[in-house]
């Protein structure tokens, strides 16, 4: 079973909620020995025990992606518990909506730094460390459909999330030669705590009978085979690649 992922370690950024915390199950139960990260560890606490009564290995650690100090003595703390990470989810991110003739350069710096310069800071941090010389490693940046097609009032978590798809493949033709393959996972609209109310109301439902060809959202669960391909051998020889999971929503036509 290629996706099997015994014997590997796992680092899932802002896995206190979301999709990161889905992530993080998927990939423990897939075998996989994770450490989940956040800025605040209290907040991990509960998935690493519910990781650890499945039968699972979890590790908490402390990690502000915006911080190249945090996200440093994270590694090194990380490095700690169960020896190199081998698999890299780049998931933390932002989202601010605002029309763009109201954005502001303190908005700019918020979104491009979570979403795109941090997930330059976590992979050199990746790359980095100290095993890593000749060991095959997996990346999977956690991009958007909006990083592809275009949205009204998301020109900044847009231009942020199509930047990491250009950073994933540069990363992608570069890291070759050093066995890591680097990928992007496009989520389309997933249903999460923060925006089911949005989806429930009459402006929502509206928004999926008219933009979307499904009709309806993704679940978190419908990100799992995606996220299990990309980040194990059973996607040895896909790299670079923007892999959108999205139900059908870019093909919405005019
Ligand atoms: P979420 O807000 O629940 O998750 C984002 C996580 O990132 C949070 O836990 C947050 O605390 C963390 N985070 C933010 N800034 C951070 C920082 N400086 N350091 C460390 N952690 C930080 O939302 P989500 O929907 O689970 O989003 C997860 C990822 O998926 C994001 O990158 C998002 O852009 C992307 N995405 C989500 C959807 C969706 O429909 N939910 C669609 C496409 C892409």
Known sequence: NRFDLTGRVALITGASSGL??????????????????ARRVDRLRHLAE???????????????????????????????????????????????SMLFAKTQEEDWDYVVDTNLKAAWRVARAFVDQPGMAGRPGSIVNISSI????VGYGESLYATSKAGLIQLTRHMALELMRNNIR?????????ETEINSGYFKSERGQAYLKNNIPSKKLGTVEDLSGALLLLASDAGAFITGVALPVD????LHSL
């Open 182 to 190: 680097v990928n992007a996972l496009c989520p389309g609209y997933i």
């Open 247 to 250: 139900g059908g929503h870019l």
């Open 50 to 96: 519910r990781i650890k009564s499945a039968g699972g290995d979890a590790a908490t650690v402390a990690m502000d992606v915006t911080d190249l100090d945090s996200v440093k003595a994270a590694f090194e703390e990380a490095g700690g518990f169960f020896g190199t990470i081998d698999v890299l989810i780049n998931n933390a991110g932002v989202a601010r």
């Open 20 to 37: 990161g915390e889905h992530f993080a199950q998927v990939l423990a139960e897939a075998g996989a020995k994770v450490v989940v990260a």
């Open 146 to 149: 909006l990083g592809i097609g």
